[in-house]
């Protein structure tokens, strides 16, 4: 095999509470090159969240300048805050020959899909139903009530752009889950090594 001159740029997408946060770690620990695309975002930190390894944390108006400046291939507004996914940062990581995992929603995925030149392999993880999101938003005991809600109603919005994306999976287990993104990632491998 060849060195690979084409980084691999995956993209997972999913109704919230899906799953892909835990699936894009087990991403990263199997394979070492991959990079997580850290966001811009206008929302505040969790409790767990490491400003620069989670996302990077930015006022509204730093932001908008941003936009401004063109410093974004992606931004979108998703239940009040901003996420952007920044070039520079993209480019860098591609000069360093690095794979990269975007964990960004449709419209995120929309915008990213106009730059042809970016080597996209798009996925979209569902869960088995609504009631079983619910349920996982609950269980995993990071948003409030009224957030859960929102969440849901936007699960179905969320659900129709699954047609836009080359993969769709079903996240109702998670071992499964991830052996079917590890044969898709292996797959793409195969091919720019060729």
């Not at 060195?3 to 990263?28: C, F, V, Y």
């Not at 390894?53 to 805050?81: G, M």
């Not at 042809?116 to 088995?128: G, M, T, V």
């Not at 287990?173 to 091919?191: G, P, V, Y």
């Amino acid at each position: 095999m060849t060195k690979r001159d084409e980084s691999i740029l995956l993209i997972l997408s999913s109704p919230s509470g899906a799953g892909k946060t835990t699936i894009s770690k087990k991403i990263q620990q199997k394979f070492q090159n991959f990079k997580i695309s850290v966001s811009h975002t206008t929302r505040e930190p969790r409790t767990n969240e490491i400003n620069g390894i989670d996302y990077l944390f930015i006022d509204r108006d730093k932001f908008k300048q941003k936009i401004k400046n063109k410093d974004f291939y992606e931004h979108a507004k998703i239940f009040d805050n901003y996420y952007g996914t920044s070039r520079e940062s993209i480019k860098k990581l591609t000069k360093q020959n690095h794979d990269i995992l975007f964990d960004i929603d449709w419209q995120g995925t929309q915008q990213l899909s106009k730059y042809k030149e970016l080597n996209l392999i798009k996925i979209f993880i569902l869960p088995p139903n609504k009631k079983e999101l619910e349920k996982r938003l609950y269980e995993r005991n990071q948003d409030t009530k009224k957030t859960v809600v929102n969440r849901l109603k936007c699960f179905e919005e969320d659900s129709l752009h699954w047609n836009e994306y080359d993969y769709v999976i079903i996240n109702d287990n998670l071992e499964n889950c991830f052996s079917q993104i590890e044969s898709i990632i292996t797959l793409h491998k195969t091919k720019t090594d060729l």
